[in-house]
T-cell receptor, first 116, second 111 residues
Framework: GAVVSQHPSWVICKSGTSVKIECRSLDFQATTMFWYRQFPKQSLMLMATSNEGSKATYEQGVEKDKFLINHASLTLSTLTVTSAHPEDSSFYIC????????????FGPGTRLTVL | AQSVTQPDIHITVSEGASLELRCNYSYGATPYLFWYVQSPGQGLQLLLKYFSGDTLVQGIKGFEAEFKRSQSSFNLRKPSVHWSDAAEYFCAVGASDKLIFGTGTRLQVFP
């Protein structure tokens, strides 16, 4: 149980385009979802926290107009990287918390974004 | 400031050898501490966590960790490493609503 999926697992796009990444909790209702960014050989950095039906809370330094987060249902959150640029290339990981797992986050496998 | 330090970027051990991965933290309150493992193409999997109580915590896959408040450490140990343990290991501190991760330790296992 407590499985989180992400789609796509990797994506390549041209500079200036927008990319949407989906995060789904497959077997539990995720009241809270988190989005992280991981640079090569570096740690995971929390970008934002979203509660179902509410606006996301962004960490300091993260542009909310650049990284649009939607958490419209208890099983789905999306991250849209708008007008992507090469510096947005990174590994994006989501996690989810909810159901009977209130004290633990369950992580998705991540999405590798490459912006050309 | 809250932070997590994993001093070892890369560790190599022989299969069957013992393992200790170091983690030091800086946190204002009583910390919640976690160890995660990340394999290529897979999400982070929780190995173990410490919230309170017994400072020696048992986790999955034969791992354990010991919380030492005086040293601000939460080192991960395994008595006998298996080839399948090769992965990236992350220590994290915080609560379930905000985790701060260390930079990770890559474990390589030689047969």
């Amino acid at each position: 149980g407590a499985v989180v999926s992400q789609h796509p697992s990797w994506v390549i796009c041209k500079s200036g385009t927008s990319v949407k990444i989906e995060c789904r909790s497959l077997d539990f209702q995720a009241t809270t979802m988190f989005w992280y960014r991981q640079f090569p050989k570096q740690s995971l950095m929390l970008m934002a926290t979203s509660n179902e039906g509410s606006k996301a809370t962004y960490e300091q330094g993260v542009e909310k107009d650049k990284f649009l987060i939607n958490h419209a249902s208890l099983t789905l959150s999306t991250l849209t990287v708008t007008s992507a640029h090469p510096e947005d290339s990174s590994f994006y990981i989501c996690s989810a918390r909810g159901g009977g797992h209130s004290d633990e986050q369950f992580f998705g496998p991540g999405t590798r974004l490459t912006v050309l | 400031a809250q932070s997590v330090t994993q001093p070892d970027i890369h560790i190599t051990v022989s299969e069957g050898a013992s393992l200790e991965l170091r983690c030091n933290y800086s946190y204002g309150a009583t910390p919640y501490l976690f160890w995660y493992v990340q394999s290529p193409g897979q999400g982070l999997q929780l190995l173990l966590k410490y919230f309170s109580g017994d400072t020696l915590v048992q986790g999955i896959k034969g791992f354990e960790a010991e919380f030492k408040r005086s040293q601000s450490s939460f080192n991960l140990r395994k008595p006998s490493v298996h080839w399948s343990d090769a992965a990236e290991y992350f220590c994290a501190v915080g609560a379930s609503d905000k985790l701060i991760f260390g930079t990770g330790t890559r474990l390589q296992v030689f047969p």
